[in-house]
Every structure is written in structure tokens, then in C-alpha cells.
């Protein structure tokens, strides 16, 4: 079946700084990925969708500035999350849509832990 | 938009009987309907799908069924095993290859299978 990277699997950062986690589809291409976060024993929210070759849309309530998503080819999707603060702290997970069959695939997950 | 109801938050079984989640969708436009089962600290995994143009489908000891009038799904699984025991997400969006959309989760149902 499909397989999607995403990496790291796990971060632990300090309040203030960046993080940057990319999302690969390995075997096929992926004109549209997705990125949701999901916390501790809740269900995985939509953040954003992510189109190869233009800009993201963003959910209600996501900060787009905050988030920011490249979608620089058909293989690759990046969330990086600036200025991280302890409440960002979270599992981010990717999806990656296959242009051919319509389904979405996950990749592994996230773990962010902001200090 | 999309609002995913499910229920029950919690569901306890014991092995071998058969398990039941309900969901509701508020998009009368959805017409995708994943089922995701997700261990702890892991990626969701599809287990089963169903479109807006099928009343039922099957696969071994899991089945879904649509009711497109009420816009309500279940999730059928019968003669439980403990390796069943995980959380289950329903899912909707709409697409013609059924995820042109993000997917919009139900809050999951912890299923716990007794020995």
C-alpha cells in the first residue's frame, strides 16, 4: 500500500523557537496533503490543506503565520511550527492524497513537546 | 462545515461479541466515509470505507452501513478479538475520489475488549 514518511517522530524544543516537520509520499504523488493535530485523548483536528504549488488554506482558528506550510513538489509537504510556545505542545500528523485513487494516507506522526 | 457526532465515547465488550459505533453527519454534500482504528501514540489506519453511492459493505468481520436519508454511519464488528481494542475515528468529506476534502473526525471510541 501507500507509504507516507513524516518526520521527526519525536521533538522536544524550547519555548521561542522553530520547528520543522516534513511529510513525504514515497510511492506516489500528492497534489494535496493534509496536517492535522490531535491532543491527548481527543480526535484529530484539520489545520490545514495543503496544495502543491499554491498556498495553503488554513482552518478557523489556525494562525497561518504561526504555521506555516510549503508544498514545494509533489512528494513533499512541510509544517513548520514558529515561535513555539508549552500550549503548541501536541502529535501532528500528515496525511498525503493519492491523485490516482482519492484516498488519504498517514504518515506516522509527531510528538511535539515545547519547554 | 462538516460537524461528525459519534458515539459511544467508550464501549466495552466482551470477546466475541460484537461491537457497534454510531456516527451522524451534519454535510448532506459528504459523501466519503472512512473508519480509521488508531493504537496509542500511532497513526490512524483506514479499516474500512464506505461511499454515498452504497448502502453496505463488508470485509470479513468488519462492515459499515449508510443511511444517507438520516446522514448516519455505523461501524459493525463481530466475534472481537483482543487485538480489536484500540480507538476508532469515523470520518466524512466529500470527493469524487472520496478525500477531496480534509477529513473531518468524530471524537473517537475507545473500544475495549474483555477476555
Known amino acids: 500500500g501507500a507509504v507516507v514518511s513524516q518526520h521527526p517522530s519525536w521533538v522536544i524544543c524550547k519555548s521561542g523557537t522553530s520547528v520543522k516537520i516534513e511529510c513525504r509520499s514515497l510511492d506516489f504523488q500528492a497534489t494535496t496533503m493534509f496536517w492535522y493535530r490531535q491532543f491527548p485523548k481527543q480526535s484529530l483536528m484539520l489545520m490545514a490543506t495543503s496544495n502543491e504549488g499554491s498556498k495553503a488554506t488554513y482552518e478557523q482558528g489556525v494562525e497561518k503565520d504561526k504555521f506555516l506550510i510549503n508544498h514545494a513538489s509533489l512528494t513533499l509537504s512541510t509544517l513548520t511550527v514558529t515561535s513555539a510556545h508549552p500550549e503548541d505542545s501536541s502529535f501532528y500528523i500528515c496525511?498525503?492524497?493519492?491523485?490516482?485513487?482519492?484516498?488519504?494516507?498517514f504518515g506516522a506522526g509527531t510528538r511535539l513537546s515545547v519547554l | 462545515g462538516e460537524n461528525v457526532e459519534q458515539h459511544p465515547s467508550t464501549l466495552s465488550v466482551q470477546e466475541g461479541d460484537s461491537a457497534v459505533i454510531k456516527c451522524t453527519y451534519s454535510?448532506?454534500?459528504?459523501?466519503?466515509f472512512p473508519w480509521y482504528k488508531q493504537e496509542l501514540g500511532k497513526r490512524p489506519q483506514l479499516i474500512i470505507d464506505i461511499r454515498s453511492n452504497v448502502g453496505e459493505k463488508k470485509d470479513q468481520r468488519i462492515a459499515v452501513t449508510l443511511n444517507k436519508t438520516a446522514k448516519h454511519f455505523s461501524l459493525h464488528i463481530t466475534e472481537t478479538q483482543p487485538e480489536d481494542s484500540a480507538v476508532y475515528f469515523c470520518a466524512a468529506t466529500w470527493g469524487s475520489g472520496g478525500g477531496a476534502d480534509g477529513l473531518t473526525f468524530g471524537k473517537g471510541t475507545h473500544l475495549i475488549i474483555q477476555p
Open positions: 454535510d448532506s454534500a459528504s459523501n466519503y
Open positions: 496525511s498525503a492524497r493519492d491523485g490516482t485513487s482519492g484516498l488519504q494516507y
